[in-house]
């Protein structure tokens, strides 16, 4: 079955860096568009990045564009987020989703979040 | 803001018919399909309807949606409690050339 597993999250001071990952399984992970999607607390969902299957495409939220940069690794099945520069309003938790670019686009499948703390 | 607009709330009575409204615009609904997803208290999201209308395996006909225009919804018959959750609505914004997500919906089942 299908698996996506955040990591990485933790307390961390305005300015300061960290780096998420996303360890996927149940799928071939190379064939599919892969995204990190936030939650602030009690707030909605807001998309901030998405990374094509080969690698070859990129897109940011404008929220995060320039400070945040996607990765992902399909010989490991893994997926990445490099924030750096973080701010206070970036105190969320950061789910992992797989994309399917078919009649659309949507997020079929979603880990269970990582919850990252920007705080002094 | 969200790009895409739904209301904060919604409720009914278990057994009932409930609707949820969401708008956005010829850059988003109004080119792209939409999609909805549930969130259960203290869980990620789920895919609950994609392009328009179709329902993910597993998840029961009760739930149903639509789009016409720049707008959609999602409608759920005989509402049962285990139904109260936030509901999103999402699309694709040819402007932003990425998803976009309504600020959601929290349902509560009286």
């Known amino acids: 079955q299908v698996q996506l597993v955040e990591s990485g999250g933790g307390l961390v001071k305005p300015g300061g860096s960290l780096r998420l990952s996303c360890a996927a399984s149940?799928?071939?992970?190379?064939?599919?568009?892969m995204s990190w999607i936030r939650q602030a607390p009690g707030k909605g969902l807001e998309w901030i990045s998405y990374?094509?299957?080969?690698?070859?495409?990129?897109k940011y939220a404008e929220s995060v564009k320039g400070r945040f940069t996607i990765s992902r690794d399909n010989a490991k099945n893994l997926l990445s987020l490099q924030m750096n520069s973080l701010r206070a309003e970036d105190t969320a938790v950061y789910y992992c989703?797989?994309?399917?670019?078919?009649?659309?686009?949507?997020?079929?499948?979603w880990g269970q979040g990582t919850l990252v703390t920007v705080s002094s | 803001q969200s790009v895409l607009t739904q209301p904060p709330s919604a409720s009914g009575t278990p057994g009932q018919r409930v609707t949820i409204s969401c708008s956005g615009s010829?850059?988003?609904?109004?080119?792209?399909?939409v999609n909805w997803y549930q969130q259960l208290p203290g869980t990620a999201p789920k895919l609950l309807i994609y392009?328009?209308?179709q329902r993910p395996s597993g998840v029961p006909d009760r739930f149903s949606g639509s789009k016409s225009g720049t707008s959609a919804s999602l409608a759920i018959s005989g509402l049962q409690s285990e139904d109260e959750a936030d509901y999103y609505c999402?699309?694709?914004?040819?402007?932003?050339?990425?998803?976009?997500f309504g600020g959601g919906t929290k349902l509560t089942v009286l």
């Open positions: 392009s328009n209308n």
């Open positions: 990374i094509s299957s080969s690698v070859g495409t990129m």
């Open positions: 999402a699309s694709w914004d040819d402007s932003l050339n990425g998803p976009v």
């Open positions: 989703a797989r994309g399917r670019h078919s009649s659309g686009y949507y997020h079929d499948y």
């Open positions: 149940g799928f071939t992970f190379s064939d599919y568009y």
């Open positions: 010829s850059s988003t609904i109004g080119s792209n399909t």
